[in-house]
């Protein structure tokens, strides 16, 4: 899962990733349900085969917040077009499958590792 961050050298994002994941017990998340999730919540569906300018909600017109995108089956060529629609989009969240060196070979740009975890 990677999140959005202010434009960083290579060298620092490098030495960031090698840092271990911080323990669980150390982040101040906190669960909640909410009972009308499913009226908070809009979902949009894109085809990378098809390139827009940004990923965007088509009902309120702004930039897709939280991304999820199933790469494992898309070929170098997609994933660099969606890396270019990415990079013009303001997500704060994106989750998918390619590792950290290929995700930096299709150039996205200005993100950091929140969280990965093997597939």
């Known amino acids: 899962m990677l999140v959005k961050s202010k434009p960083e050298r290579k060298r620092d994002l490098k030495l ?3 840092i271990a994941q911080p323990s669980p ?3 101040p998340l906190k669960a909640q349900f909410e009972r009308n999730w499913n009226q908070l919540v809009t979902f949009e569906q894109a085809d990378a085969a098809k390139p827009v300018s940004c990923y ?3 009902i309120t017109g702004k ?3 939280h991304i999820y995108s199933y790469n494992k089956v898309m070929s170098i060529e ?3 077009s969606i890396c270019d629609i990415l990079n013009r989009t ?3 969240v994106l ?3 390619a590792s950290e060196r ?3 070979a299709s150039g996205l740009k200005n993100v950091r590792l929140l969280y990965k975890m093997p597939m």
């Open 25 to 27: 017990n150390k982040l």
């Open 78 to 80: 997609d994933r660099k």
């Open 95 to 97: 989750a998918w499958y």
């Open 102 to 104: 290929e995700t930096e």
């Open 16 to 18: 960031k990733a090698k």
């Open 90 to 92: 303001d997500f704060k």
């Open 63 to 65: 930039d897709i917040s």
């Open 56 to 58: 965007m909600d088509s």
